[in-house]
């Protein structure tokens, strides 16, 4: 009895887990999601910057590109064209390597761009591919955050250095060069100097593995300053496999050093170059040794050489002529004369990375620069870019209400754009408009006026564009008599209000509001920042080098949002951790940061969202990476900021960027993280990654077009990212997962009748983002997924009649199917050629259907409604004239193919019983409905009564208009011609005494 008792408890048991983990899966990620899907629209015309260029070593048509944020590409059509292979990862990529003893199976990648700007990402590790790229496992490096270079020895596949740049914010012990002998399943640390100086370049004797050089960079970067160099840069070699190691300074600048880079020649490795960040200005430059090392010589110092050493210090040698040396820069330099004399590479997107050469043709060359990949076919002289990158780096998005809606933006060191959501052929490079110069940031359309504000870096310009009347004016806000000097961030904040549409905002220290588009301000706040005078010296910025870019300003505002109840809330967060809010307007406000649970002071406002719902509602995400604080934050207010909440979970990884609140469910939020998006459905309680076709990339901003439910992406390495009708999501609860079936609600399909020329020409090799879908679209929620019995879908009208039957989604989670509101195709009479107004389907009428689900012995309902488009002109009299006008003849093409169907069989008869006048009459009479004879092509015979119907009736099906009185008049032609046919067939059926041996199907089963 007791083991009978035991075994019932542990059934009970395990049932109990099952029913447990199922209830929490039912929360998790792509079962969730299911068919909800992620579409990319670009842009790829202005492309991304590219940290790192690698070669296949065999192979001169394949080449890899790392990218700044938007993963690893592959072309393998030299550079023609790139897939994406790294998606479900981190998007920032440091450096690629490929094993050169087996360069098709095993790739390296090392996350964590090196070109160490403000707005950089971090990486998450090193990663490993045993098959060419189609999978990938993290072998290390988790809390590297930066990894700048990876080398294989090429004797030894088990064999791997990496250098370490490490974290770019903050102390780290995960620094240096590091060594595996068992290909990369373990890792010993063979240089260190300390947690503030990491390796910033390696490089490998290309015919002695042993000999090993290493570049040791001192760095600190803040919110507010940079610091290049110091004691302890440092250019070291090792001969003995990085055993030990020593600095080769003969030659060097006395003093501290900055950034050093390294590159061995390698038709001829004693020849080494070195471009050197010294304290002296003069001392700054390239540095060539001819020795190995032993002994260096300063041979330029040009501003191309010397600028920007954080951000250019790549040095590239013709693997086949020592003397042409390639260096990265603001414009790219090339010397042929061993680094004596450069001049600038062809034209091209300025700020060069990365530049590699074709292994077997010097004179191909590929240079990776802010804008993306560019390939010249003449050693540099002329560049071309590669056009199918999609690799946009967008700080902020907004939309507008146009149909099809846009998308505006702003871009790292590419301006500002705007462009469709959607374009006939697919939205392609010359879809999108420029809208701004520089460094993009935010883009806003005024609500009532076809206006668009855009700005550049630091609120330098602030455009206000009339795009109709093609007039551009400046509108920042300027300095005013008893104020001090005014502060912007790199990134300023820009609002406009929905109360009044001509009101806006910037942001600097203060709030500065305009209630005539920006042509007069006031300052309606006092100093919202903490105004710390030791984050306010940008002019000292930059360590050995120079860089006061604005791009360090701070005790800055850097989110505005004016609440959408109520005119007079506006919240205000600053990049040193403020949180204000003011309820009359800007008369008095409330510093809420002090009431924040458990975020760290001065932490970064990122962004602040105002509810919809409720007046006391916000939401506020804190980015805390600038001070090595990698956690996510986000927090939820309900009275005003007096009080805080939490709303991050351990589900959540990654700083974060923004949040977006929906606009009819307040439990459901969407969250940007620099790995990605991560959706609530419950508040908060619960969040799920998204990753339906969405790479694991920085998402810096979120919108939602109300008219369209689709969540909108400004992705900062993949350009504009859109999740197609979210409002499935705005219903999934508890109940919902319980049922085996929900059906999600719907709004009316309008029927698609627009038409145009969109041609795609020039765009073979561009990138094209797709187009949302235009059929009516089926949604609906399995509890679990469908495996065992049939299951079916169908279309039907009132009456029950089946108009379509469409193939069931089956998987646990949301599943859409698509249907195109079309009936089948008529049923065509054979011929020699095809007839291709014959593949026409006719449109479904407008109004109620039912769609039918039918799951082993249930069945479940749900209506679906066809509208017409609003925008038409044509009356209802006149469509139901058209449907009936299009059926007529769709009854008509089918009646014909039946026709030569009965024809064929009793011709085919007639020659087995040689009845030759039959056979006769009949080919005649065939010869006259449908061609006999020639091709599709080139053999084209004279159109006969197939073609001429069907031809006809494809241009009645397809039209958006009633058909002509000219197509009414061919119409009867044609029937005058199909009523002489059949009476003609019909005499010589009478003469066929055999018709009872044919075994024909009926018109209904041969139409099946």
Known sequence: MKKQLLLIALVLFTFQMEVSAQQKNNFKGKQLFGDLSARHIGPALMSGRINDLENHPTNNRIIYAGTAGGGVWKSNDGGVTFNSIFDDYCQSIGAVEVDPNNPDNVIYVGTGETWTRNSISVGDGMYKSIDGGSSWNRIGFEKSEHIANIIVNPKNSKEIYVGVLGALWGDSEERGVYKSVDAGATWNKILYTNQKTGCADLTMDPNNPNILYASMWEFRRTGWSFESGGENSALYKSVDGGATWNKIHNGFPKGKLGRLAIAVAPSNSNILYTVIEAEKNERKGLYRSDDAGKNWKQLNNDFGITVRPFYFSRIVVDPKNPDVVVKGGLTGSISRDGGKTFKNLGNMHSDIHDITFDINDSDRMYAGTDGGVYRSLNGGTTME??????????????????????????????????????????????????????????????????????????????????????????????????????????????????????????????????????????????????????????????????????????????????????????????????????????????????????????????????????????????????????????????????????????????????????????????????????ITMDGGKNWNKFMNNMPSVAVHFIDLQKKTNDLVMGTHGRGIIIIDDISPLREINKEVLKKKVHFFKTKPTVIFEEGSFSGGFGAETQFVGANPSRAAQIKYHLSKRHTFGKMTLEIQDENGKTISKLGPGKSKGINIVNWNYRLKNPKVAKGKTFSFGGFTSPLAEAGAYNVVLKKGKDTYTQKIKLIYDPKSKLTKENRVFKHKTTMKMYNMIEELAYMVYELDAVLQKSKEFKKRKIIEKLTKLKKTLVITTGDNYVGSAEPQLREKMTDLYSKIATSYDKPSSSELESLSIINERFTQAKKDYAKIKKKVRFLDELKLKTFEEFKK
Not at 416 to 444: H, K, Q
Not at 499 to 528: A, C, N, V
Not at 607 to 633: C, L, Q, R, W
């Open 385 to 678: 870019i590669v056009e199918n990158l999609p690799l946009s780096q967008f700080y902020h998005i907004s939309v507008d209400d146009a149909e099809p809606y846009n998308v505006y933006g702003g871009l790292q060191d590419n301006g500002s754009w705007y462009g469709p959501s959607s374009s006939p052929g697919g939205i392609e490079a010359r879809d999108w408009n420029s809208i701004g110069a520089g460094d993009g940031f935010r883009v806003l359309k005024h609500p009532t006026k076809n206006i668009i504000y855009s700005e550049m870096q630091g609120a330098e310009n602030v455009w206000r564009y009339d795009v109709d009347a093609k007039r551009v004016k400046t509108i920042q806000p300027l300095p005013q008599k008893g104020f001090p000097k005014l502060r912007f961030n790199w990134n300023a904040p820009m609002a406009i209000s929905i109360h009044q549409p001509d009101r806006f905002y910037m942001g600097s220290q203060f709030l500065h509001k305009s209630e005539d588009m920006g042509d007069t301000w006031q300052i309606i706040s006092p100093d919202l920042t903490t105004n710390d005078p030791l984050k306010q010296d940008q002019s000292s910025s930059g360590g050995l080098s120079m860089d006061n870019s604005g791009a360090e300003n701070h005790t800055t505002i850097f989110t505005i949002a004016e609440s959408t109840l109520d005119q007079n809330i506006i919240w205000v967060g600053t990049d040193d951790g403020n949180v204000q809010v003011t309820q009359d307007g800007g008369k008095t406000w409330v510093n809420t940061s002090v009431n924040i649970p458990d975020l760290p002071k001065n932490t970064w406002t990122y962004h602040i969202e105002a509810s919809v719902f409720n007046k006391g509602t916000a939401y506020a995400v804190f980015d805390g990476h600038t001070m090595n604080d990698m956690k996510p934050y986000a927090y939820k207010t309900t009275d005003f900021g007096k009080t805080w909440k939490s709303i991050i979970t351990d589900d959540v990884v990654g700083f974060v960027r923004n949040i977006q609140e929906d606009y009819v469910n307040p439990d459901l939020l969407f969250l940007g993280t620099e790995f990605g998006l991560y």
